[in-house]
Nanobody, 120 residues
Framework: QVQLVESGGGLVQPGGSLRLSCAFSGFTFSTYAMSWYRQAPGKERELVARITSAGGVTNYADSVKGRFTISRDNAKNTVYLQMNSLKPEDTAVYYC?????????????WGQGTQVTVSS
């Protein structure tokens, strides 16, 4: 069973930075595409960024392009989200997601989330 544990959230002032980490365990990390999602109060969960299993391709939501960077270290079984120039509207619970496709089907796993609050 895959387990995902996010860390690095907290309170930061507008314009500040945070780096989120998501530690993966259970299976072979390098076979999973990884994503970060977020959910603000009263809103639907939305995709923030994703990265392919080998790390060669990344995609971002328009709202975070140029400010956030997703990366992974397959030797450490960890995916990161570097968040710069944070805005109050970035306030949300941030979730890590792992996805793999096997012969037996598609498998999605979620972490428990980490709170990011951007406020002065």
């Amino acid at each position: 069973q895959v387990q995902l544990v996010e860390s690095g959230g907290g309170l930061v002032q507008p314009g500040g930075s945070l780096r989120l980490s998501c530690a993966f365990s259970g299976f072979t990390f390098s076979t999973y595409a990884m994503s970060w999602y977020r959910q603000a109060p009263g809103k639907e969960r939305e995709l923030v960024a994703r990265i392919t299993s080998a790390g060669g391709v990344t995609n971002y939501a328009d709202s975070v392009k140029g400010r956030f960077t997703i990366s992974r270290d397959n030797a450490k079984n960890t995916v990161y989200l570097q968040m710069n120039s944070l805005k109050p509207e970035d306030t949300a619970v941030y979730y890590c997601k792992a996805v793999t496709i096997k012969v037996t089907g598609r498998f999605d796993y979620w972490g428990q989330g980490t709170q990011v609050t951007v406020s002065s």
